[in-house]
């Protein structure tokens, strides 16, 4: 044997040592973070703006963790994934069709990692600043044919019996405008339903689900973008919960942290709006980062998402070779917000001016001063703006949540030209969406993940054999 074989085969038993004990210990405390529709260029576009419109060199907190890969996101009945069947794959590690939520695609229940570790022990909360019973929440708790089923999803929430479920809203609590049983059943689980945050940490109750009442929307607690004033975000969430989970399981934890409105922008095609919110989300894996270095040895962050929204890229045909994310900077409102200002506009008694509206988009666009727009961009402007608020006949945008204006589509396609951000679609895509790791176990996370191994490699880090069958 050659000194060289004995010293290859030295390195390699020194590897084992080495990997054997950093799975010696059960990974005790779990941070799962999914951005919803999330893909590279939703990530690079935030990192290009961080770097180049605020000036910040520093990558992304997500980009800077050690293990880096890629994850595959189609569902049993298509290539291109609903949140549902994603949020069911991450969760269960079970592929399912398409809007079938915590179900195998034959209806079996299927058993979610919450639910396996809170079996185990572990506390449990699951945060979104999309709706509590969401795809994605859902997912970790329910089983329904059909994820629009938000009654038995909500008893399903309050039957889980996990410690903190947080999300904008839960819409079982009513049907047809009118209050539902839900409420009741909920506080006879022995949950307290709470409004408000400073409510949830003062309370001294273990099974907590709050929805704030600072909500924009039932779908989502609104955008940074926007600055609602109270705006429970993400960061705040992810504080809130190791709180809570350090006051009743301090010896362990798993938490699932979703950020809803990445996904709600990127159906919009907005992408100010887009980096907004990824960065309030890269604020929260920073939050679970601190809690990692002080305890190291025993906490594994995982960082991905359910799928890509959009076809987000970085550059586009109009501005070739180049972007310009500084143009988002200026921008004060989503497309939402400007898109109800514009038909608050249209029902108003007097109509607006060009003048006025053109006032308006520097203002909170920075049309005219931040983005230039040569003469020709300005008619064309107009001409949308005279169609819709004089004429009356321009045309609406639907999204999966929202319906658009026409001029306010044409001025956030304007804004996204501009600034270089790319768009194929209004809806999701197929493509591979990013995953990060840190901590006890990361290592089972390198090389191309499918969906439906994440969640079982979060097991095999915790030390958790699923049971046959379940």
Same mark, same amino acid.
């Given at each position: ?103 195998? &695609? +034959? =209806? ?7 639910? @396996?570790?809170? !079996? %185990?022990?572990? #506390? ?87 929805? &704030? +009442? =600072? ?7 609104? @955008?940074?973008? !926007? %600055?609602?004033? #109270? ?102 409102? %989503? ?136």
């Amino acid at each position: 044997m050659t000194k060289l074989t004995t010293l290859r085969n030295l390195l390699a038993s020194l590897a084992l040592i080495i990997a054997f004990s950093l799975h010696a210990q059960e990974a005790k405390y779990i941070f799962y973070f999914i951005g919803d529709g999330m893909g590279p260029g939703h990530v690079m576009m935030t990192d290009t703006y961080k770097r180049l419109a605020l000036g910040d060199s520093l990558p992304l907190t997500m980009l800077q963790l050690p293990v880096h890969s890629l994850q595959t996101t189609y569902s049993a009945s298509s290539p291109v994934t609903d949140s549902a069947a994603a949020g069911t794959a991450l969760s269960t590690g079970t592929k399912t069709k398409n809007s079938m939520l915590g179900m195998s &695609p +034959d =209806t079996v229940p299927v058993t979610s990692i919450a639910k @396996y570790l809170h !079996d %185990s022990g572990y #506390g449990v909360a699951l945060m979104t600043n999309s709706a509590a019973d969401d795809a994605t929440p859902g997912a970790f708790y329910a089983h329904v044919a059909n994820r629009g089923q938000h009654y038995e999803i909500g008893r399903q929430a309050a039957e889980s019996g996990y410690e903190l479920i947080t999300g904008a809203a839960l819409r079982g609590l009513s049907k047809d405008g009118k209050p539902t049983d839900l409420a009741d059943y909920i506080a006879s689980q022995g949950v307290e339903l709470l409004t408000s945050p400073e409510a949830a940490a003062a309370s001294s109750s273990r099974r907590i689900i709050l929805t &704030p +009442d =600072t909500s924009m929307w039932d779908w989502d607690m609104g @955008y940074n973008v !926007d %600055s609602i004033p #109270g705006e429970m975000t993400v960061d705040d969430m992810t504080v809130m919960a190791i709180n809570h989970l350090s006051r009743h399981t301090p010896d362990r934890f798993f938490m699932m942290v979703e950020c809803g409105s990445i996904d709600h922008a990127a159906h919009a095609n907005d992408a100010g709006a887009v980096v907004k919110e990824v960065l309030a989300f890269d604020k929260a894996i920073a939050t679970a980062l601190d809690f990692y270095n002080a305890h190291p040895d025993e906490t594994l962050i995982v960082i991905t998402a359910d799928h890509e929204t959009g076809g987000l890229s970085v550059g586009n045909n109009y501005t070739g070779y180049m972007a310009r994310p500084e143009y988002l900077v200026p921008q004060k409102v %989503s497309k939402e917000i400007f898109s109800r200002y514009c038909d608050e506009l249209m029902n108003a008694a007097e109509k607006p001016g060009w003048d006025e509206m053109k006032q308006y988009l520097s203002d909170n666009f920075g049309f005219f001063t931040i983005v230039p727009l040569s003469e020709r961009r300005e008619n064309c402007l107009k001409e949308v703006f005279n169609s819709t608020f004089i004429d009356g006949q321009a045309r609406r945008q639907e999204t999966l949540y929202s319906n658009f204006n026409q001029f306010a589509v044409e001025v956030f396609e304007m804004l996204n030209e501009k600034a270089g951000a790319g768009w194929t679609s209004l809806a999701h895509s197929g493509n591979f969406v990013p995953l990060f790791a840190v901590g006890n176990g990361a290592g089972l996370f390198t090389g191309l993940n499918d969906n439906t191994d994440v969640p079982k490699k979060i097991l095999k880090a915790a030390g958790i054999t699923p049971a046959a069958g379940r």
